[in-house]
């Protein structure tokens, strides 16, 4: 049995805290937030009357059986299917790009007629290197200066010559009427919201609210046998190397007096000049139909800075470089300390695939 810190009580952290405990290990929690759960925090709104992405919209999917099995061990999930709407100027638009987009786009009507169109639309860039290129090589550019340039801009403050294709892999182009914004086989958002499955998970563990880890990394790393570190990395190493990049987002709730603003959970806004990139409606992710009132929350990106929360990692050529510095001190550390989840691996993990990562790497860990 070993003495085992986790440091933030986030999805990483928190399943590992479980599964090393079940394993008979002395383990503890500390976390810097006041609450548990990470970004995927949730709190019930009296107001609404349902649950608040306090950080933004989660929206659980995997294509993984053992993944989608494990998180049904500590929540049920309910039928929600993410079905993105897009505003630009006064137009509304089916998204992502499906059947239904062309035909309002372009007014085509089937799939063979769509396929031309496209093929009429695509610029020929053999190897793009980019995701603007990628984009214009895909779907043309009156796609692309639709739903792609102004929104990527403003999330990411690059443009998007400057930033990778794989930011966009994600999101699928269909020539069907299909709108699930996802793939994968399973979907949903949790009933009884997401802080519920982190008291399952960190039930009975010890755990310290309010605790800032890296103010006082000597002294933690003195008190235990090993460390699950799921803090950004460049803060751990006090950013020796520089800061890495990361984008923050800035929230504006609004409760309104109206009983559904927008008949939606999400709709994104994919004007560069519209100043946040889309409006979440708190209620429709529970599938909640009554109430007087609603909770919106319009998502704005912010720059970030040392002590902002960092929502993404931002991928450029510089970042990656520090990046392998910042790896090569982390494995210095091996045996000791564990740097796992988006921000200790600085990777754009979905849900589905930190718990993945994390079943992954306590599949590997030795007793
Ligand atoms: N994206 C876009 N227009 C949209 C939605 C997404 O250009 O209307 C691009 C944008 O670059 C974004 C990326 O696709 O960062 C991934 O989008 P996703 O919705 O998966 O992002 P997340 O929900 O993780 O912020």
Redesign the pocket.
């Known amino acids: 049995m070993s003495k085992i810190l986790v440091v933030g009580a986030g999805l990483y952290g928190a399943v590992c805290a479980h599964e090393l405990t079940a394993r008979g290990h002395d383990v503890r929690v500390i976390e810097m937030r006041n609450h548990i759960g990470g970004n995927c925090y949730t709190r019930f709104s009296d107001e609404a009357g349902c649950h608040e992405h306090v950080y933004?919209?989660h929206i659980f999917h995997t294509n993984s059986q053992r993944i989608w099995d494990y998180v049904n061990r500590f929540a049920a999930f309910n039928h929600y299917v993410n079905r993105?709407k897009?505003r630009h100027g006064e137009a509304l638009y089916s998204?992502?790009i499906n059947l239904f987009t062309l035909y309002q786009v372009f007014g085509v009507r089937t799939p063979d007629e769509a396929r031309a169109r496209l093929a009429a639309e695509r610029e020929p860039i053999s190897e793009p290197a980019n995701?603007e290129e990628y984009c214009l090589s895909l779907v043309g550019r009156r796609i692309y200066e639709l739903?792609?340039?102004g929104?990527?801009a403003k999330?990411?403050n690059h443009h998007?010559r400057e930033?990778s294709a794989d930011?966009?892999k994600?999101?699928p182009i269909r020539f069907t009427f299909d709108d699930n914004?996802f793939n994968d086989r399973w979907q949903g958002i949790p009933i009884g919201g997401y802080t519920a499955i982190f008291e399952k998970l960190l039930d009975g563990i010890p755990l310290e609210l309010g605790i800032d880890f890296d103010a006082d990394r000597d002294f933690w790393l003195s008190r235990a046998d090993f460390v699950i570190y799921t803090g950004s990395l460049d803060s751990f190493f006090g950013y020796t190397d520089g800061p890495l990049e990361y984008r923050s987002l800035r929230f504006e709730r609004e409760i309104l007096d109206t009983p559904d603003f927008q008949g939606n959970a999400v709709v994104?806004y994919?004007e560069r000049s519209v100043p946040f990139?889309r409006i979440l409606e708190h209620k429709h992710f529970d599938l909640a139909t009554g109430g007087e009132r609603t909770l919106i929350t319009r998502e704005y990106p912010d720059d970030w800075a040392p002590g902002k929360i960092p929502y993404?990692p931002v991928h450029t050529p510089q970042t990656l470089a520090r990046l392998d510095r910042y790896r090569a001190r982390a494995r210095a550390l091996d045996g000791k300390v564990h740097f796992g989840g988006r921000l200790g691996e600085f990777r754009?993990y979905?849900m589905h695939q930190v718990i993945g990562a994390a079943l992954a790497w306590l599949d590997k860990f030795s007793d």
Do not use: S
């Open positions: 933004g919209a993105v897009v998204f992502p995701l739903f792609i340039e929104y990527t999330q990411w998007p930033l930011i966009i994600r999101i914004y994104n994919t990139t993404y754009y979905d």
